[in-house]
């Protein structure tokens, strides 16, 4: 029934930018939070980004910090990721969610980021 479908992913160059998108269905987030979670190749999955409710409190990892924005557009139960500056590190399959302690998931889109 809840669907979050990633898009946006794909082969993007060391300093390039890409912008992720995560449509979600079945259920409305307009009142949770939404964000990003990432694996990379033999790593576990690690935390990227939140956004409240209204957009208005956002929280990033540190390792992206100032590199990547969170956004959300809930007329369209969709949270975003743009990601700038990106790094060979950034390489991982990227996961949306929505929710706080209790988390809907996407099923991950590949960003890999070549030198």
């Known amino acids: 029934q809840v669907q979050l479908v990633e898009s946006g992913g794909g082969l993007v160059q060391a300093g390039g930018s890409l912008r992720l998108s995560c449509a979600a269905s079945g259920r409305t987030f307009n009142n949770d939070d939404m964000g990003w979670y990432r694996q990379a190749p033999g790593k576990g999955r690690e935390f990227v980004a939140r956004?409240?409710?209204?957009?208005?409190?956002?929280d990033y990892a540190d390792s992206v910090k100032g590199r990547f924005t969170i956004s959300r557009d809930n007329a369209k139960n969709t949270v975003y990721l743009q990601m700038n500056s990106l790094k060979p590190e950034d390489t991982a399959i990227y996961f949306c969610y929505g929710g706080a302690r209790s988390k809907y998931w996407g099923q991950g889109t590949q960003v890999p980021v070549s030198s």
């Open positions: 956004i409240n409710w209204n957009g208005l409190a956002t």
